[in-house]
Structure formats: structure tokens, C-alpha cells
């Protein structure tokens, strides 16, 4: 494939009552260094309760940007949403809180240019440095990226912040589970992997995460994490897809330990506080998510006693 190949981009916004956010998304993408009549834009509201037509219109004639609009249905949908109405050969998903580098989008196509039908992740880099659970959190995003390449392990998964397809695979995949509101990546991800498909990890596709946190937002970030991913693994279970196993003890110590590793004094250890935290918070929307579960599962089989 030649060296001069530009691929065209549909690259797809989801946002959520962060209007802030999204112009400074849209600025970014102003900044891309590809050539502006080989992207668009596609952002779906879903279902704020602010207009967004006089933010969008700053940016038309700087870049082909499109707003669509739905209902409050979650990311996952908004994404296929977006998918759906996309003119582009490859998909760029980001969420409205990043800030692409301006190689963002070269970096991807460089990615297909070496394996044209894979899924091609990029790096996430936290842009909140101050912010300590912004910073936990990326920390636990980087670790899982270092021993779960998806690139080498069939249920290790890339970011839907910042990830690329072909568009005729991924309507092929059928999307985004639009069910999931968190977890939707690791399950497109987990089924890609399964179709026997290839993952690519550009290194140079960044994407700075503005997500500023405090820490009830942190604990429900997480909490919400957690009933995903248990959606998810619940989801495998009964298809006969993946067993539910926990990693080694090692594994959780050495992710606890990254914070102090990652910064000294203080500050490396709140930040290992926190990532102690978050995993308490995790395993509680992973144990809430499967007692809800079973409750409903009990109650249909109530139903179905009594209509027999």
C-alpha cells in the first residue's frame, strides 16, 4: 500500500451535557495534521438538555461536522447512531472529554496502512495531571494496557475513546451492544478477538483525557465499571463463550503498588489509596450488578410458575 494513501475518516462524538467539553474537542480536531476533506464529524447528542446547533456551527466551516440527536440510550448507541449515518471508510471513535493530538488521526491511518482490516487502538494519556483521581484512573487504564494487550490477549480490550475500524466490519460486528452502558468496548473488543480478527496498537494515536473527577464521582465511576463488566461476563457465561476467572493475587498487588511506583511520597501513595479505592468500588458494581441479576432471574421463574 503507498506510502502517500489518506484514508477517509468518519470520526464519531458521543456527549452527554458537557458542552464545554465539546468545543474543546472540536477545536482539537481543527488542529488535526490530515488533510480536511478526508474527515468528517459526526457528533450525537444523547439526549442533553442543551443545544448544541451554536457549537457545532462554529466549526462548519472549518471541518464537515454533522450533528445528529437522540434520545438518553447511552454511548454505545449513540456510537452506532453516529456509525450508521457515516460516510467514512474507517471509523475514529473518541469521547467528548479527549483532546486528539494533532497526529491523531495519521497516526491510525498508519496503523491501517499496515493492517488494513484491524481494529487499531491508540494511547490515552491523562490531561488532568493535577487532578488525583483523574490520575488514578489512567493509571489503572495504562496497567491494564501493559499486561492486557489486546494485541496478545483475546478478552484484553481497547478503549472506545480512542479506537478505529473499518466501517463495513463494524456493521458487520453489529456495532456496540447498545444494552451495555459501560463495557461496551470490551465486549465488541472480546467479540472481534474471537472472529479470529487483528488488533493494532498505534502508539502514536493520543488522545489526552480531560475527565476531571472528585471522589464521589471517582467511586461511581468505578461502581459503574464494575456492573458492566459484570453484565459482560454474565453475558459470556451463559453463551459458553468464557469462564470467569480472577488474576493471581501478584496481579492486584502490583497494580496497587504502581501509584507509589509511578510518583514518590505523598503523592504516590493517595494515588495508591485510590487505586485501592477503586477496586473496592469495582468489586462492589460487579457483586451489585450479579445479585440484581439473580433476583430478577428469580422473580421470572416466580412468573413462569404461577402463568403455568
Known sequence: ???????YFSVVIPTYRRPRHLSNLLFSL???????????VIVVDDGGDTPLEPIISEFRGQMNVTLLRQENNGPAMARNYGASQAKGEYLAFADDDC?????????????????PCCLCGGKTVNALIENPYSAASQLLVDYLYEHYNPTQ?????????NFAVARERFQEMGGFDPTLRFGEDRDFCYRWGTRGYSFVFAHHA?????????LSSFLRLHFLYGEGNSQFLQR???KGTMSIRLSPPSWYIELMLSGIKKEKGLRGLLLTSLLMTAQGAYA????????K??????????LDFHND
Open 206 to 214: 493520543v488522545v489526552y483525557h480531560a475527565h476531571s473527577l472528585t
Open 153 to 161: 490477549k483475546i478478552g484484553a480490550f481497547f478503549l472506545a475513546n
Open 99 to 115: 483532546l486528539p493530538d494533532p497526529n491523531w488521526l495519521q497516526a491510525l491511518a498508519n496503523g491501517f496502512r499496515e493492517s
Open 293 to 302: 441479576n439473580r433476583r430478577l432471574w428469580m422473580r421470572s421463574c416466580n
Open 236 to 238: 459470556c457465561a451463559a
Open 284 to 291: 462492589t458494581g460487579l457483586f451489585w450488578e450479579a445479585v
Open 1 to 7: 500500500m503507498s506510502n502517500c494513501w489518506t484514508p
Open 30 to 40: 481543527t488542529r488535526l495534521r490530515y488533510r480536511p476533506s478526508m474527515f468528517e
